[in-house]
C-alpha cells in the first residue's frame, strides 16, 4: 500500500512514495517526503518556519509545479484571497501538520477543524495526533459531537494495526488517559470507539464532516468521492450511539471483543 498526499486544487500528489524511483523508508503516519516540483513548508501563525516536529500551517512556496490550479474560474479575486493571501509567497493548503528532520510530512487535519468544548477551543488534529502515537493504532479520527452541556465534546475512532492482542477496554483507557495526559482533561475525550475501518474519498481524506453529520443526526448526503461507502454504513450504528442521532445501535456493541 503506497500513501500519499495531494489535494484536488494540486491536480497530483505532493507527497508520496515514489515507486517508480526509488523507495523510501515507510514511517506510519507519513506519506514520506515531498515530490519533486513542491516545496513544502510549515509555518507558525507569524509565517514563520517553524523547527522539525513543530505543528503548524503545511504551505507550498510558490511557484506552484505544473499540473496545479492556475486560479479559479472566473474569479482571481478569490482565488488569490482563498488560497495565497493568508502567507505572501505560499500556497495554503489548509491543512495542518509537521515536517520530522528527516523531510518527512506528517498531515494532521484541516487547521479549521477546531470544536468548541464548554467554551474552549481545541484541535481534533491535536487529539488525533495523541491517538496515533499509540503503537496499537494504525490510523484514527476524532470528531466533535453536538453536547447539550458543552457544545461539543470529542469522540474518537481508531482503526488498529493487524495483530493487535490488548484488549479493547484496556486499550480504550489508555488512549483516553493519552489524551487527558497531554491535552489535559479539558480536552474531555471519554472513549475512543475500535473500528474495521474509516470511511475516507477515494484520495484518502476521511469524512469526518459526513461522521460528524450523521452522530448528530443530520442526513448528510454521501459524497460522489467516497472510497467505499460499505464502511459508512458500518460506521452509522457507531456515530448514531454517541451522537444524538436516530437509534441504530450502541457502539460499545459493535466493537470487537
Known sequence: MIDNWWQTETGWPIVANPVGIELLEIKPGSPTRPLPG?????????????EPGTDGAIVVKLPMPPGSLPTL??????????????FDGYYLTGDGGHVDADGYVYVMGRTDDVINVAGHRLSTGGMEEVLAAHPDVAECAVIGVADPLK???????????????TGVAQLRGELV???????????SLRDVAVVAALPKTRSGKILRKTMRGI?????????????????????RPILRGVGGGPPGGDASESLPS
Open 38 to 50: 513542491w516545496d513544502v513548508q510549515v509555518l507558525d501563525a507569524t509565517g514563520t518556519p517553524v
Open 73 to 86: 474560474w472566473n474569479d482571481d479575486e478569490r482565488f488569490v484571497a482563498s488560497y495565497l493571501s493568508a
Open 151 to 165: 457544545g461539543q465534546i470529542p469522540h474518537g475512532f481508531v482503526v488498529l494495526k493487524a495483530g493487535v492482542t
Open 177 to 187: 488517559q493519552l489524551v487527558r495526559d497531554q491535552i489535559g482533561a479539558v480536552a
Open 215 to 235: 452522530a448528530d443526526g443530520i442526513e448528510e448526503p454521501v459524497p460522489s468521492t467516497i472510497d467505499d461507502v460499505a464502511v459508512l454504513d458500518a460506521l
